[in-house]
């Protein structure tokens, strides 16, 4: 995956998109879900998804709820520090899940158990947005540098780093069970909480 190098939230949709098009766990269809992930250098990471799905599920209005159950966007990224001897203790992956609501799930840690939460300051930081249209919704949300590097520390991002991600749609209600992603996971059991199969991406300038 290739992420360009952007100047700002403005220039994101002319970046090449990416499409969770991988069908998971007996879903036979999802309504089209794509997005577009860009990097301004000093400020931190830009991801909108966009689904065209008329009138989602939305029933959590909260931060920190189980928006999954309803239908869900979501994102997850791993990174490395830029120092070996931090590098070699981190094992740390983000996980950001949003309905149509805009109620957000956001944590982190190195399971799927036992992680922790962002507090509401940094969740703010992370300024997400929603937007709801007649046949499609879209997320948007910033990932700031300063976020990062509380967790890995110094991780130098530039043209050529490289960090590892993957993106969902996914409802657990019985009704419109789906599960769907962009890089493949190859595991019988339902989980998005399996960093192994992150799909690689690497910082670029936009349309090299």
């Not at 290739?2 to 269809?29: D, H, M, R």
């Not at 399971?111 to 969740?123: A, D, G, I, K, L």
């Not at 590097?149 to 780093?161: D, I």
Request: aromatic share 14%; hydrophobic share 35%; net charge negative.
């Amino acid at each position: 995956m290739k992420v360009g190098i952007i100047n700002n939230a403005n220039e994101l949709e002319s970046l090449e998109p990416f499409e969770v098009g991988c069908l998971l766990w007996g879903t036979e269809k999802i309504p089209k879900t794509y997005g577009y992930l860009g990097f301004v250098p000093g400020d931190g990471f830009y991801l909108k998804m966009i689904c065209m799905e008329k009138d989602p599920l939305r029933t959590y209005d909260k931060d920190q709820s189980p928006v999954y159950r309803d239908s869900a966007m979501e994102a997850f990224f791993m990174f490395e520090p830029a120092q070996q001897k931090e590098r070699e203790e981190q094992n740390i992956y983000i996980n950001l899940e949003m309905n149509a609501n805009g109620a957000l799930l956001a944590g982190y840690g190195s399971q799927r158990v036992y992680r922790s939460y962002f507090t509401e300051e940094e969740r703010r930081k992370l300024q997400r947005g929603v937007e709801i249209e007649e046949d499609r919704w879209s997320i948007s949300l910033r990932l700031p540098l300063d976020i990062l590097e509380k967790l890995y520390g110094h991780v130098g991002l530039k043209e050529g780093s490289t960090f590892f991600c993957n993106f969902y749609k996914i409802s657990e209600t019985k009704e419109i069970e789906h599960y769907a992603s962009y890089s493949p996971i190859r595991s019988d059991i339902p989980s998005f909480h399996l960093p192994e199969y992150f799909a690689q991406a690497e910082i670029v300038v936009k349309n090299k």
